[in-house]
């Protein structure tokens, strides 16, 4: 099961640590979702998520402040005794030491930040959902051309990494190459990713590892990138038919989401990058409403009919 250690997300967050004394290190977060426990501020623990991150904010805040002494202790004492990774203040609120001392005893980390509740919920959130979303990794390489996340794929050696090499001096940028980690972050995304240990690196037979980075400065890499168009490499077959008109799209499956593929033949003195760049630009053109095969067969269709008619009024 994926999982995310609460360190880290002190780390990403820059949240401020208001029990050092507890062991957090092997302490992770396993689901993206997170709980506001005002019901169970309010004494109703029925169907409490107590294995989330637990949020409080402005309005949480003021009602614990808010309880007599007794009610405080009975409260506490109720609310901590669950299994919480981690409860987070908003917007720089501390809880009273009854309250803190209470989670040093049940060993519940207490945690601060500066944002407001429903801004730091949103981020977190999100963030969550990118780092605890399934995973795979597939053989290939992902380069942001013009926006648009193109994955290559093909067989190890048809020219996959020099392709990208040539997308990236023409101003695009790389994402990851030879190993692609693809997160599924909801039914309609996929975002790709790099390994850490491999990341902004280039395998260039014959040449050996470059560092994208360093030779091409910043700009030419991306961390990460929705993955919007599959490029399929294949070597040419004299044999095989290939979709010369694009009017029906093919997919291919990357856990449950179907994502645009394009086999493309590769032989001596075709240029891979503007290949690359045109698919992309043409796919972006078709999400915006505009298909020019469907234009071209509507044109054809137009000057068939046009000249069944004319024929008619001759006879």
């Avoid at 005893?105 to 605890?132: C, D, H, Q, Y």
């Amino acid at each position: 099961m994926a999982n995310v250690k609460l360190s880290e997300i002190i780390e990403h967050e820059k949240l401020e640590n208001l029990t050092p004394e507890i062991d957090i290190k092997n302490i992770k977060i396993t689901q993206p979702d997170i709980n506001r426990p005002a019901l169970q501020m309010a004494g109703y623990f029925e169907h409490y998520e107590a294995t989330r991150l637990q949020i409080i904010g402005f309005v949480e805040y003021t009602y614990m402040e808010s309880l007599p002494q007794e009610r405080q202790v009975e409260i506490y004492n109720e609310l901590l005794s669950y299994p919480i990774p981690g409860i987070i203040f908003c917007r720089e609120l501390h809880p009273n030491e009854l309250f803190r001392k209470t989670a040093v005893e049940k060993g519940v980390p207490l945690l601060m930040t500066k944002k407001a509740t429903s801004a730091f919920t949103a981020e977190i959130i999100r963030w969550l959902n990118v780092k605890l979303a399934p995973m795979i990794s597939v053989h290939g390489v992902l380069v942001d051309v013009y926006g648009e996340g193109v994955l290559i794929t093909g067989e190890s050696g048809i020219g996959k990494s020099e392709a990208a090499l040539e997308l990236i001096k023409r101003g695009h940028r790389l994402v990851t190459d030879d190993v692609v980690e693809i997160r599924k972050v909801s039914d309609e995304t996929l975002i790709g990713t790099a390994p850490d240990i491999t990341k902004h690196f280039i395998e260039l037979r014959g040449i050996g590892i470059i560092d994208v980075k360093t030779l091409f400065g910043v700009s030419s890499v991306k961390d990460s990138q929705s993955i919007d168009l599959v490029i399929r490499l294949e070597d040419w077959n004299k044999d095989k038919e290939y979709d010369r008109l694009g009017l029906e799209e093919e997919y291919i499956d990357y856990l449950g989401n179907k994502v645009v593929c394009h086999n493309i033949p590769i032989r001596p003195g075709r240029n891979l990058a503007i290949i690359c760049e045109s698919a992309a630009v043409n796919h972006r053109q078709k999400k915006m409403g505009y298909n020019a095969a469907q234009a071209l067969y509507e044109r054809v269709q137009n000057s068939l009919a046009k000249r069944r008619e004319e024929e008619e009024e001759d006879m």
